[in-house]
């Protein structure tokens, strides 16, 4: 069977399993698709958000609650969510190895495309964003619930990590030193870039040094967006990146503050573009804080505070 004939067949049977998923990319969904599969069996929606109070106070109908800081990440170690600690999460949510996942959430999909990553590491198929997130399905006044959902529970097995997903503090020394052929790309704003500011306005997780790892471009993950908050199409996405010298060529890691930005850039150069990518969720408070690294500080800041 040629491969164009594979495709067909594939889509022909997922149509058939999910009712407009002809409306979907692999990737992600709009709002319109979602909305007609609400009440789709073998469709589960997970909000994570990042403003504590928001999915009690209204969410999309159907949805769970995933808390990035306490469950996808681990509660003791600085680390991603352990594979028995992930695999009772999904099951609590009702989720099995035939479950489409739809992800959303506040901040323009920041933390809903970390929790895509984590499920990527965990190789969980069907996963997807909700182009826009929040922001688009609040904005088209569609229904927002407080009644929180309970489902029985899944079967799904989570699989070894994938640690082809995630960069280490190595692995970007390494770059920065150019002992190795990686592109880094800086996911922040022009002033967290050139070490104006430390962070963004209000943050907590802050680090002793500004500016960035050497050799690193910066693209802020805005440019990734329209005014809607849904990915630019993957065209205007391919020029964005080449015009800063990333085109897919060589391997990318994409940096941030803390990881959750960054994953939302990692989800349109993996996801969208189909490059090969590496999240960095050590980020610059692990970078920023770590001792004897290469630093590039455009404007002159030695130290927090002064």
Request: net charge positive; hydrophobic share 45%.
């Amino acid at each position: 069977m040629s491969l164009k004939k594979l495709a067909a067949t594939a889509a022909f049977y997922l149509a058939a399993i999910l009712p407009g998923t002809a409306l979907a990319s692999n990737f992600l969904v709009s709002t319109d698709w979602l909305e007609k599969n609400l009440n789709n069996p073998k469709v589960r929606v997970v909000e994570v958000s990042v403003n504590p109070g928001l999915f009690e106070r209204g969410h999309i109908p159907g949805a769970v609650n995933f808390a990035w800081h306490t469950d996808l990440v681990d509660p003791v170690k600085r680390d991603i969510a352990s594979p028995q600690a992930f695999e009772k999460l999904l099951r609590e949510a009702g989720i099995s190895k035939d479950t489409t996942v739809v992800l959303y959430g506040d901040n323009n999909n920041w933390f809903a495309a970390w929790g895509a990553w984590v499920f990527d590491i965990y190789r969980v198929e069907n996963v997807k964003l909700l182009d826009g997130g929040r922001k688009k399905w609040e904005a088209e006044n569609r229904s927002l619930s407080p009644i929180a959902n309970t489902y029985a529970p899944g079967t799904i097995k989570i699989a070894a990590a994938d640690t082809k997903l995630r960069a280490r503090l190595g692995d970007v020394v390494g770059a920065a030193e150019k002992k190795s052929n990686v592109a880094l790309v800086d996911i922040r704003s022009p002033d967290e870039y050139s070490g104006k500011v430390f962070a963004p306005a209000g943050v907590q997780e802050l680090a002793v040094r500004a500016g960035h790892v050497p050799g690193a471009v910066n693209v802020p993950w805005s440019r990734a967006v329209a005014e809607d908050g849904t990915f630019k199409p993957a065209a205007e996405l391919k020029k964005i990146y080449a015009d800063a010298g990333i085109d897919g060529s060589k391997p990318i890691i994409t940096y941030c503050r803390i990881g959750e930005r960054s994953s939302h850039t990692w989800f349109a150069l993996k996801k969208i573009l189909g490059y090969d990518v590496r999240n960095y969720d050590g980020s610059w408070t692990e970078y920023g804080n770590a001792v004897g690294v290469p630093v590039v500080n455009l404007a002159g800041t030695v130290w927090s505070g002064k």
